[in-house]
């Protein structure tokens, strides 16, 4: 069966400090992957999705970056954070091969603390 | 672009009474996606409708998309506290788009 895996699960950054989130897939090959930002109390926020490795599909324009170094590595970065990027981030990933038709499988999160 | 609104936002239930929660699409969705998130949790996927007029039932769990495949419902019977957390529903024309979600709170 596919895990999919979040770290760390909390961070306390201060405002302009670098931010790494990793996600990794296990069990599975070629899923798509998802980050998403939840602000407290909100909905779900798509940021990027990935088909493949290197292929990044960016959907809000920010400070964020992610990168696919690996077939099921994803990774969420920024070079300065900013207060508003506090938040509840989520890795997820598909196996229908095609975004518009497949359900959606969560990581449980990174919590991040902008100070 | 494609919106996904869900009404209502917050929903305050006495255990064993009903409630429903609604969705709504500006544009035809190909399907629909219900997710249900617990307190401190990470969003876990609980069912897909593709057919126009299409009911699904889990246990105590109703879901419906409506016929022009704009609008979608959960109703939930005989509220329990296991049913606290905010359901999500998640449209697709190309890709998925998550409504704000429902949260839901049970008084005993």
């Known amino acids: 069966s596919q895990t999919i895996h979040q770290w760390p699960a909390t961070l306390v950054q201060p405002v302009g400090s670098p931010l790494s989130l990793e996600c990794t897939v296990e069990g599975t090959s070629n899923p798509n992957l998802y980050w998403y930002r939840q602000a407290a109390g909100r909905g779900l926020q798509l940021l990027f999705y990935s088909v493949g490795i290197g292929q990044i599909s960016s959907e809000v324009p920010q400070n964020l970056s992610a990168s696919r170094p690996q077939d099921r590595q994803f990774i969420l970065s920024s070079k300065k954070l900013l207060l508003s990027d506090s938040g509840f981030y989520l890795c997820?990933?598909?196996?229908?091969?095609?975004?518009?038709?497949?359900?959606?499988?969560f990581g449980p999160g990174t919590r991040l603390l902008v100070l | 672009g494609q919106q996904v609104m869900q009404i209502p936002q917050y929903q305050h239930v006495q255990e064993g009474e009903d409630f429903t929660t609604y969705c709504n699409s500006s544009?035809?969705?190909?399907?629909i996606q219900w997710y249900k998130q617990r307190p401190g949790g990470h969003p876990v996927f609980l069912i897909q409708?593709?057919?126009?007029?299409e009911v699904k039932k889990q246990k105590r769990l109703t879901f419906q998309f409506g016929e022009a495949k704009k609008n979608s419902s959960l109703h939930i019977t005989a509220t329990q506290t296991t049913d606290v957390g905010t359901y999500f529903c998640a449209g697709i024309d190309y890709k998925l788009s998550f409504g704000a979600g429902t949260t839901v709170t049970v008084r005993a």
């Open positions: 544009t035809t969705l190909s399907n």
């Open positions: 997820a990933f598909g196996l229908a091969g095609k975004i518009s038709q497949e359900t959606q499988y």
């Open positions: 409708l593709v057919k126009s007029g």
